[in-house]
């Protein structure tokens, strides 16, 4: 991430992750925002603040086909899932990202 950052510019980059478990999730997103927490990867301490998002939140859902849109809904309906997309949103916000 760091080299497709630099090479494109965070500008140009937008990480959309599909991890169903929460705490994955958070750890992927807080990665690519405010730099790896666990401080044991190659971004320990580096900030790339790119834009995160999770798969099926609705500003990437919005993006697809109609076909796939029905799909995506679905698989919204479950709370784990759920809960990793607000895990993500909230990764997000934090770092002070919004829409690019």
Do not use: Q
Request: proline share 8%; hydrophobic share 40%; with cysteine.
């Amino acid at each position: 991430m760091k080299e497709i950052t630099s090479a494109c510019g965070a500008e140009n980059v937008v990480v959309v992750l599909g991890v169903c478990d929460p705490e994955a999730a958070k750890t992927y997103a807080e990665t690519v925002t405010v730099g790896d927490p666990t401080f044991v990867g190659p971004l320990a301490g580096v900030p790339l603040g790119l834009p995160v998002y999770h798969i099926l939140e609705p500003e990437v859902i919005e993006r697809f086909e109609p076909y796939m849109r029905e799909r995506l809904e679905a698989l919204r309906a479950s709370e784990k899932v759920k809960s990793a997309a607000d895990v993500v949103r909230k990764a997000r916000e934090r770092s002070g990202r919004r829409d690019p």
